[in-house]
């Protein structure tokens, strides 16, 4: 299956974060894979600073505070299911365009001294996460929230780190 997954990184945190790129294509590769997607997709994700993800988080949810990554899924999926799309979602090259990620890379390295994991393997935790969301996952209702967890948690121990 050929997903495209597109990574644009803020001039800000350019030299940092190219390392990552690696891991980041593994952990949306992989999330795809295990959640048998079986169309060929595209997604973007963009690494951003404290200032735009806060401005970002205002904007779509009307939230002041910094957060450590935002999803915005252009399809509505259902949980474990097969991929739905229509000819509208698809892109010029016939893939379907599942959704956007805003990742901040400084949360992230915050919470993973937090957490006490190393920084890689809180991006890809992150980057399992929203990659669920675009399809369909969430973690409102507390039984979505354990559907959810119990998958990031089975993705990162069979694959990605």
Known sequence: MIHRFRIRIVPD???????????IFRAMRETMRLEGVDKPCEIQLTLV????????????RNNMNV?????FPLTEQKPGRKLRYTGHDL??????CLGDIVL???QARR????YGHSLEREIAY??????????????????????????EEAIMKRSVL
């Open 49 to 60: 600073t404290d200032s735009m993800i806060t401005r970002l988080n205002r904007i779509h």
């Open 111 to 114: 919470q993973s001294r937090e």
């Open 126 to 151: 992150l980057t399992v996460h929203s990659v669920l969301h675009l399809l369909g996952y969430d973690h409102i209702k507390e039984s979505d929230k354990r559907l959810m967890r119990k998958r």
């Open 91 to 96: 892109s010029e090259r016939g893939r379907v």
């Open 67 to 71: 957060t450590d990554v935002l999803s």
């Open 13 to 23: 945190l350019h030299r940092v974060s190219l390392v990552l790129k690696p891991l």
């Open 104 to 106: 901040c890379l400084p």
